[in-house]
C-alpha cells in the first residue's frame, strides 16, 4: 500500500524568505502523481502544483517548485520569497497512474506560518 | 465557474443521531470523491463516484456510513447512528476526469458528542 509521510508538523518562515517542506512517499508503482495543496485557514483546499512521476524536469508554478527526486521517493516543495498569504496548511498528495479510482493518498499535512 | 459547495459547514450532533451532508460538484464533473480527516491525522478517502455508479468505496468505516449520488449531480453521506469517532472535517472533491487534479470543497466540520 501506498504511504505519504510529511514529518514536520509545523514549520515558520520569514516574509520574503524561502522555505522547504519536505514529503516521502512509498510505492511500488511506476506510473503515478504526486501533488502539493494548500488550505490556508477557514478556506478550501486548492492545488498548488503537480508532478507526473514519467517527467524528469521539475514542475514550477511561480513561486513554487518542486524537488522530486524519484529514486529517494521525495517530493518537497519550495516557495521562495513568502508571502504573509502563504501561511497555510500544506497537504502533499499521491496518485495511482493506473485505470481505476484515482484516489488521493495524503500525508498529515505541515502547517506554515509566514511570519511578517 | 461555480466551485465545489458543502452543507452544512459546521454539524453538532449527540451519538447515535443521523447526519447527512451533501456536496454540489462543479458542473461537468463526472467524479466526485469524499474525504475525511480526523483531528491531526491525514486526510483518508471514503469512496468514489463517477455518475451516479459508486467506483470506489473502500475506504468507507462501516455500514453506518451511506453515500449516494442522485442523478449524477450532488452526492449525500448519511452517518446513521453516529459514533464519537465519526468526529472529523468531511471534504469533497471532484474533477472532470480521472487521473486530474481534484477540486475540493470547504469541508463540513462534523462533531459527535
Known amino acids: 500500500a501506498q504511504t505519504v509521510t510529511q514529518s514536520q508538523p509545523e514549520m515558520s518562515v520569514q516574509e520574503a524568505e524561502t522555505v522547504t517542506l519536505s514529503c516521502t512517499y512509498d510505492?511500488?508503482?511506476?506510473?503515478?502523481?504526486l501533488f502539493w495543496y494548500k488550505q490556508p485557514p477557514s478556506r478550501q483546499m486548492i492545488l498548488v502544483i503537480r508532478?507526473?512521476?514519467?517527467?524528469?524536469q521539475n514542475a514550477t508554478e511561480n513561486r513554487f517548485s518542486v524537488n522530486f527526486q524519484k529514486a529517494a521517493k521525495s517530493f518537497s516543495l519550495k516557495i521562495s520569497d513568502s508571502q504573509l498569504g502563504d501561511t497555510a496548511m500544506y497537504f502533499c498528495?499521491?496518485?495511482?497512474?493506473?485505470?481505476?479510482?484515482?484516489?488521493?493518498?495524503f500525508g498529515t499535512g505541515t502547517r506554515l506560518k509566514v511570519l511578517a | 465557474e461555480a466551485g465545489v459547495t458543502q452543507f452544512p459547514s459546521h454539524s453538532v450532533i449527540e451519538k447515535g443521531q443521523t447526519v447527512t451532508l451533501r456536496c454540489d460538484p462543479i458542473?461537468?464533473?463526472?467524479?466526485l470523491y469524499w474525504y475525511r480527516r480526523v483531528m491531526g491525522k491525514e486526510i483518508k478517502f471514503l469512496l468514489h463516484?463517477?455518475?451516479?455508479?459508486?467506483?470506489?468505496e473502500s475506504g468507507m468505516p462501516n455500514n453506518r456510513f451511506l453515500a449516494e449520488r442522485t442523478g449524477g449531480t450532488y452526492s449525500t453521506l448519511k452517518v446513521q447512528p453516529a459514533e464519537l469517532e465519526d468526529s472529523g472535517v468531511y471534504f469533497c472533491?471532484?474533477?472532470?476526469?480521472?487521473?486530474?487534479?481534484?477540486?475540493f470543497g470547504p469541508g463540513t466540520r462534523l462533531t459527535v458528542t
Open positions: 472533491a471532484s474533477s472532470r476526469f480521472r487521473g486530474y487534479e481534484q477540486y
Open positions: 510505492t511500488s508503482e511506476s506510473n503515478y502523481y
Open positions: 508532478q507526473e512521476a514519467y517527467k524528469q
Open positions: 498528495a499521491f496518485m495511482r497512474g493506473v485505470s481505476g479510482t484515482y484516489k488521493y493518498i
Open positions: 458542473s461537468g464533473h463526472d467524479n
Open positions: 463516484f463517477v455518475k451516479e455508479s459508486k467506483q470506489d
